[in-house]
């Protein structure tokens, strides 16, 4: 059985950061598109952060570029989201999620429908 498990949501003032975890079991990622969606209250799920778990190729939102940095371990099937300098409108629900790779890390990234594997989610909240 397919799973993937967050950990590591929270509360976190501004300019804060917290670290997001994501372990996958029933399958191995070599061969998988793995990454960071978020959806905040009344908008709709987007792609934060993707890595191909073959090559290392990364995408990020252009409104997380410089402040976030998704890495994996491949000894340990999981994946990490390290989100520096937060903001107010980084508060979402984050959700770990992957795919058979099918297409560039960018494609996948940004369309959340086409991707069949998903987390719990794990609720970030950046406020003061």
């Known amino acids: 059985q397919l799973q993937l498990v967050e950990s590591g949501g929270g509360l976190v003032q501004p300019g804060g950061s917290l670290r997001l975890s994501c372990a996958a079991s029933?399958?191995?990622?070599?061969?998988?598109?793995i990454g960071w969606f978020r959806q905040a209250p009344g908008k709709e799920r987007e792609g934060v952060s993707c890595?191909?778990?073959?090559?290392?190729?990364?995408y990020y939102a252009d409104s997380v570029k410089g402040r976030f940095t998704i890495s994996r371990d491949n000894a340990k099937n999981a994946v990490y989201l390290q989100m520096n300098s937060l903001k107010p409108e980084d508060t979402a629900v984050y959700y770990c999620?992957?795919?058979?790779?099918?297409?560039?890390?960018?494609?996948?990234?940004?369309?959340?429908?086409?991707?069949?594997?998903w987390g719990q989610g794990t609720q970030v909240t950046v406020s003061s």
């Open positions: 029933g399958f191995t990622l070599d061969y998988y598109i």
């Open positions: 890595i191909s778990y073959s090559d290392g190729n990364t």
């Open positions: 999620a992957s795919e058979y790779s099918w297409a560039t890390v960018q494609s996948m990234c940004n369309i959340p429908q086409r991707i069949s594997y």
